[in-house]
């Protein structure tokens, strides 16, 4: 059963997973000490996954912040058009990576987690690039596997996890998909969704307790959908508000 087959890939993760849990308290000890002292926490992800995952959810930080932008233009002309020579992808990727930390509220105080499987994108890079340049702590989530099987896209021929201050490995193979089928031409089945859920919430509990062991009392979300849900968090918000915790 290729179900069967999945399920066991996924289960040799969670294992890998225990193996760098010290790393992870490591690095939510950082992550603590920085919302301890009046930092926020952002999440930037280009995977398909954890900008809905960690954001808004029951049991999950309300510290927890999405950063996404885009550019876009919609300029169509004939065919017979003469075009400008283009500008050059990493080139205006870069613009468009100081634009919108110059419009957020990333600060130098602040936690910035990238998550991108691969790892190897010239926007994810240039973005922790940027961002440590402005003295925050960049954590990237990536697959190290994966990552350090390809090329860099970015002209420093860096990926993610060199990109960033630290890296976390979410046990993604290289490739992403795992299962070996008769018939088809490439394997099936992504392992980066759940390996990286998986990890980013184990890191998410390592942050809850180092704040704890610190006296601090986090924001954490109920199901909306209990009966007291919503009251609770309605409540909980005007705290965080004051405290941003």
Known sequence: ??????????????????????????????????????????????GHLLNQELVNRAGGLMAMTPLQYSFSVHNPVSA???????????????????????????????????????GRAANVVDLALRARERGTLVVALTSLTYSGSVTSKHPSGKRLFEAAEIAIDNGAIEGDACLEVEGLP?????????????TAWALVAEVIEKLLARGV??????????????????RAKHGFDESGI
Not at 7 to 12: A, H, K, L, T, Y
Not at 22 to 45: M, N, P, Y
Not at 92 to 116: K, M, W, Y
């Open 186 to 198: 490439v394997r099936a089945v992504p392992t980066s969704g759940v390996g990286a859920a998986m």
């Open 217 to 234: 009392t986090p924001t954490v979300y109920a199901s909306a959908n209990l009966d007291w849900g919503q009251e609770f968090n309605d």
């Open 80 to 118: 017979k058009h003469a075009a400008r020579p283009p500008i050059g992808e990493t080139d205006s990727r870069f613009a468009v990576t100081n634009a919108a930390l110059d419009a957020s509220q990333v600060r130098a105080e602040d936690v910035l987690i990238i998550g991108s499987v691969s």
């Open 1 to 46: 059963m290729l179900g069967k087959r999945y399920v066991d890939v996924m289960r040799g993760q969670l294992d890998k997973l225990e193996g760098q849990l010290e790393h992870l308290s490591e690095v939510a000890d950082r992550i603590a000490e920085r919302l301890a002292t009046g930092g926020a926490l952002h999440i930037h992800d280009t």
